[in-house]
């Protein structure tokens, strides 16, 4: 067998398998980089959202010391608000911000079942969240 002979010879992909292959991985890729890309976006939500929740969490651990220490009625199942100024009164208020440091508004609403916090800012908003004086 002459060396002109094997190089005559096909032994491998010609340009349409290449084509074809490459066609394959090119749409492998985009949809990698797709699915890559929602991860990433509902990470970071769920990372935005942790921080909102870590926020409401504090309001209401701070309204929670105001009922303990300082309300003296008994809770009932009405609904009693208690505003950020009445937690001022008591040293208890904290400073609502949101991520790109812009201030929010909140709240705690708290009867016998329970205490729940809201607060409201640019890009998140407690369900249930009323517009209230704070």
Same mark, same amino acid.
């Given at each position: 067998? $002459?060396? +002109?002979?094997?190089?005559l010879n096909k032994h491998g992909?010609?340009i349409k398998e290449m084509l074809?292959?490459?066609?394959?991985?090119? *749409?492998? *890729?985009? #949809?990698?980089?797709?699915?890559?890309?929602?991860?990433?976006?509902?990470?970071?939500?769920?990372?935005?959202?942790?921080?909102?929740? $870590?926020?409401?969490?504090? =309001?209401?651990? +701070?309204? $929670?010391?105001?009922?303990?220490?300082?309300?003296?009625?008994? =809770?009932? $199942?009405?609904?009693?608000?208690?505003?950020?100024?009445?937690?001022?009164?008591?040293?208890?208020?904290?400073?609502?911000?949101?991520?790109?440091?812009?201030?929010?508004?909140?709240?705690?609403?708290?009867?016998?079942?329970? #205490?729940?916090?809201?607060?409201?800012?640019?890009?998140?908003?407690?369900?249930?969240?009323?517009? +209230?004086?704070?």
């Amino acid at each position: 067998m $002459s060396t +002109r002979h094997y190089m005559l010879n096909k032994h491998g992909w010609g340009i349409k398998e290449m084509l074809v292959l490459s066609g394959i991985l090119v *749409l492998f *890729l985009i #949809i990698a980089i797709y699915y890559i890309y929602t991860l990433y976006s509902d990470f970071d939500k769920e990372l935005g959202n942790n921080y909102y929740v $870590s926020m409401e969490e504090d =309001l209401k651990s +701070r309204a $929670s010391i105001y009922l303990d220490d300082y309300y003296e009625n008994e =809770l009932t $199942s009405k609904d009693i608000v208690i505003s950020r100024n009445v937690l001022k009164m008591y040293d208890l208020d904290m400073t609502l911000k949101d991520k790109n440091g812009n201030l929010c508004s909140g709240y705690v609403v708290a009867n016998k079942d329970g #205490i729940k916090a809201y607060i409201s800012c640019e890009e998140y908003v407690t369900s249930g969240y009323e517009k +209230r004086s704070d």
